[in-house]
């Protein structure tokens, strides 16, 4: 049975991809199997668990919870799209890495979107503030402590890399 | 699972948008799809149609005014939820919107998708039904408004008809010497609540001269309970408990994985006590009373 395909152009990490779905595509699905975006992870597909999360015009969103042509003419930011150009972690990222902020993996991609737009909009934010910010998001095995430091470390680095060179933040 | 199949269009008008719908007996409107999509993965509703309203113009809007607040059908509860005016205006809608969810899922879904959505484990539904506000929706036959009172018809069942679309939901400003509070149990916060109950409490003097509790996750569709007469002007603990009674012989808790009814029926009586002694606080700090 063929279902009706829709041509849709997506702007993931700032490059288009002309794709045909059908409608029923999930976000999720798109970036994972008709573009290769498989830093994108799908845990629940119900909206629960959060692996899911990418920024939809910077803000978080899950992409379970959104059809692929629904997003079309939108900007999408995967992990993928997290890194700095020179291809060297994102603070995010680098801040996960120094404080231990994942064992497998598998919530990861999750977190550093939402971590991402919660610091851009909160750059100082207390651990009250972290834990809040991540509190849509479900991690199985790290447990919580080590990320919610690394949303504080997130939050430093990418205060120094806005600081003028040698200058206070 | 995924989706069943299903036709898609997104119009970028609302006479397209009601065509669309008036062409399908099975058609449904997606707005955030913060409900709806999971929905549709359980495969709990399989619609052969989706209208996506997200491109229509002039629906995102938060109009505050000295009679009450109006939120368009496709502003997202976290715009909702930041705008100072309608938490200087209408207070209790604020306090409920921090509860609804999580940021993430607050930054797609809309306020007024899930006032029609019409869950009772909700807190907006709970929330309009108690300050007594409306909803409009354009249809085939034009505009209408829809009381709270006629909006809520059963579990998950709002009195909209499948070819009429929601544009706007209106809450009513907090009256003179009137407070508010809002406070919810939750496994986690963000999660539907296990029990949540907002009371608003009118004070003359340190007298209450009304107060009105609204309750959530206790029965199957947004319940409000009138205690002004439990309560006989004052708030002590024979006439909070009073108050509690007369919410529980209303309410219909029921057992769920998360929760069984007597701790539903006691989280209930706790709360009611609890929030409707800082709803009259917060009535007589705005009246300017002393304390
Ligand atoms: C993990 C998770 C946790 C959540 N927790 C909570 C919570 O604690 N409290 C809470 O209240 N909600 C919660 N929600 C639901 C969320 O608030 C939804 O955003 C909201 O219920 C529906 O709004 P929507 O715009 O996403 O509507 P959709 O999902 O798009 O639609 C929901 C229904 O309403 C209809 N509809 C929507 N808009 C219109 C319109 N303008 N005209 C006519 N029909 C319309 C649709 O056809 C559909 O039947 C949660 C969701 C998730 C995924
Ligand atoms: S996979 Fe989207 S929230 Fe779990
Ligand atoms: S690192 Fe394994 S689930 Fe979070």
């Known amino acids: 049975m063929s279902e009706n395909q829709h041509e849709i152009r997506l702007t993931v990490n700032g490059t288009d991809h002309d794709v045909a779905v059908p409608a029923r595509r999930l976000l999720s699905d798109a970036l994972r199997h008709d573009l290769g975006f498989t830093g994108t992870h799908v845990g629940c597909e119900h909206g629960v668990c959060g692996a899911c999360t990418v920024l939809v015009d910077g803000q978080p969103m899950r992409s379970c919870l959104m059809f692929a042509v629904s997003a079309a003419g939108h900007d999408i930011t995967t992990v993928e799209g997290l ?41 100082e934010p207390t651990e009250d503030e972290a834990r809040d910010m991540i509190a849509g998001n479900l991690c199985r095995c790290t447990g919580y402590q080590n990320i919610v430091k690394a949303v504080c470390r997130a939050a430093e680095l990418a205060r120094d890399d806005r600081a003028p060179e040698g200058g206070a933040a | 699972m995924k989706p069943a199949p299903f036709d898609y269009v997104r119009p970028g008008t609302l006479e397209e948008a009601l065509q669309a719908l008036a062409g399908h007996p099975e058609a449904k409107v997606l707005a955030g799809g913060q409900s709806l999509v999971p929905l549709l993965s359980m495969r ?218 007597d701790y539903r029926a006691h989280l209930a009586t706790v709360l009611t006590a609890r929030v409707v002694t800082a709803a009259y606080e917060d009535a007589r700090t705005r009246a300017g009373g002393s304390k």
């Open chain 2, 44 to 261: 709990l509703a399989a619609p052969a149609v989706l209208v996506d309203i997200n491109e229509l113009p002039d629906l995102d809007h938060v109009r505050v005014d000295a009679e009450g607040v109006r939120v368009g059908a496709l502003a997202r509860h976290a715009r909702v939820l930041a705008d100072a005016d309608v938490a200087r205006v209408q207070p209790l809608v604020t306090k409920a919107l921090a509860n609804v969810a999580h940021a993430t899922i607050r930054n797609r879904g809309t306020t007024v998708g899930s006032l029609v959505h019409a869950d009772a484990a909700a807190e907006m539904p709970m929330v309009l039904q108690l300050l007594g506000g409306s909803v409009d929706v354009v249809g085939p036959a034009g505009r209408r408004t829809i009381p709270v009172e006629e909006l809520y018809v059963g579990p998950l069942e709002s009195s909209l008809h499948h070819d009429e679309i929601a544009v706007e939901a209106f809450f009513p400003a907090l009256a003179a010497d009137t407070g508010v509070a809002f406070e919810e149990i939750a496994r986690r916060h963000g999660d539907y609540a296990m029990c949540g109950v907002a009371a608003v409490v009118t004070v003359d003097g340190d007298r209450v001269v009304a107060a009105k509790a609204g309750y959530l996750s206790v029965s199957d569709i947004p319940a409000v309970v009138d205690l002004t007469e439990a309560l006989g002007g004052e708030l002590r603990d024979a006439s909070l408990a009073r108050a509690a009674e007369a919410a529980l012989a209303v309410l219909e808790p029921e057992t769920d994985i998360h929760a069984t009814a």
């Open chain 1, 83 to 123: 890194a700095r150009p020179d291809g060297e972690l994102g603070p995010v990222q680098q801040a996960f890495r120094e404080c231990h902020g994942l064992q497998c993996g598998f919530c990861t991609p999750g977190f550093l979107t939402t971590i991402t737009a919660g610091i851009a909009e909160n750059p």
